[in-house]
Structures are given as structure tokens and as C-alpha cells.
Antibody, heavy 121, light 107 residues
């Protein structure tokens, strides 16, 4: 069974930092592209970032570029999101998501339960 | 970026009736389009990918159609567990983008 378990969320002041983690199991993590998707309270889903299978390539939404950094440790089956210079508008539930990629772009097929990040003074 | 526009924002349907949800892309996304279902307090669940392929375990009453810029999710006979928010998502271009969601509520 595929499982993605996020942790690291919490309350942080504007300008602060936080690191989210996501431990994966039930599939070959080192072969999978991974994403972070967020959802502000009462709002829709917003794609944040993606990392390829070996961590050599990343993409970011413009709204987080230069402040959030995605990375992975395949030896630990763990995905990370380092969040710096946090703003009020970063308040959201952050989901760790697997891309079901085969020979080309794939859908986001497995999602974690999410971890809540609240940016407030 | 590719803007995904869903309509309507809310649709009221009686159990057993059919619901059709629309998703339009601001430019072609080929067939790299997925639909998700989300219930309050839960993570999204993948329903449809490749515009028309049901994900594992998804009932046959859910179907997807379209390609390019126009897509439709149809729920043929709504069950009580289908009342939720449905979002479309394009995975053809960077950045990946989602529609704002359509809420299917009980009439």
C-alpha cells in the first residue's frame, strides 16, 4: 500500500522558516517524481513544486520561487520542502504527492494527508 | 501559465441524477488532464487521468471526455458519497495548474 506521511507543519511568524518532511512507503520512491501541492483554507488546490527522481531537476510556482526549496533523500525515502521568508499567504495545508509517471507526464496519483502551515504574528 | 476554468462553481443535483462538470484550458493541454474528488478534511483523490481513463478503484459511473482545451467530467447517477468538490488539473505544461473547483451539492 502506498503511503505518504507529511510532518513539520505548525505556526510560524512572518519572515520565519519551516521544513516539511514526507516519508514515503509502498512504492519505489527513488524512481518517482514527487510534488508539493498546497491548499489555503477554503480555497482551491495550488501546485507548488516538483523534483525529479534523482533530485537533479526541480520546478517551482512563481509565487514561491527563491523562498521554498524542494529536495529529497532517496536513501531515507523522504521528500522535503524548506520554507524560508514565509508570508501570510503561504498559510495552507501542504500535500506531498507522487506523480504516476511512465514515459511522459503523469497524473498526481497518490496524496499524503497534508500538514498545516500557519503564518501569523 | 495555463489557466484552468471550471464551470459551474456549484451544481445542485438530486441523488440518482446525472451531473456534468466542465473544465476549460486557456491553451491546449493535449490529453494530460486529470480530475480529482475532494471531501471536507480529506486529501484529493484521483478519479480520471489522461482525460478519460478511470483511476484504480473508481466506479464506472465516473467518466471523462475531451482533449485540447475542453473537458467534461460526467457522473452518471449520483450517489450520496459523490457530493464533494471536483477539481481539474493539467499536467502538460509548467507550472502545473488546477481549476478552482466545482462543488456538487445535494438538491
Amino acid at each position: 500500500e502506498v503511503q505518504l506521511v507529511e510532518s513539520g507543519g505548525g505556526l510560524v511568524q512572518p519572515g520565519g522558516a519551516l521544513r516539511l518532511s514526507c516519508v514515503a512507503s509502498g512504492f519505489t520512491f527513488s524512481n518517482s517524481w514527487m510534488h508539493w501541492v498546497r491548499q489555503a483554507p477554503g480555497k482551491g488546490l495550488v501546485w507548488v513544486s516538483r523534483v525529479n527522481s534523482d533530485g537533479s531537476s526541480t520546478n517551482y510556482a512563481d509565487s514561491v520561487k527563491g523562498r521554498l526549496t524542494i529536495s529529497r533523500d532517496n536513501a531515507k525515502n523522504t521528500l522535503y520542502l524548506q520554507m524560508n521568508s514565509l508570508r501570510d499567504e503561504d498559510t495552507a495545508v501542504y500535500y506531498c504527492v507522487r506523480e504516476g509517471r511512465e514515459s511522459g507526464p503523469g497524473p498526481l496519483d497518490y496524496w499524503g494527508q497534508g500538514t498545516l502551515v500557519t503564518v501569523s504574528s | 501559465e495555463v489557466v484552468m476554468t471550471q464551470s459551474p462553481a456549484t451544481v445542485s443535483v438530486s441523488p440518482g441524477e446525472r451531473a456534468s462538470l466542465s473544465c476549460r484550458a486557456s491553451q491546449s493541454v493535449s490529453s494530460n488532464l486529470a480530475w480529482f474528488q475532494q471531501k471536507p478534511g480529506q486529501a484529493p483523490r484521483l478519479l480520471i487521468y489522461g482525460a478519460s481513463t478511470r483511476a484504480t478503484g473508481i466506479p464506472a459511473r465516473f467518466s471523462g471526455s475531451g482533449s485540447g482545451t475542453e473537458f467534461t467530467l460526467t457522473i452518471s447517477s449520483l450517489q450520496s458519497e459523490d457530493f464533494a468538490v471536483y477539481s481539474c488539473h493539467q499536467y502538460n505544461n509548467w507550472p502545473r495548474t488546477f481549476g478552482q473547483g466545482t462543488k456538487v451539492e445535494i438538491k
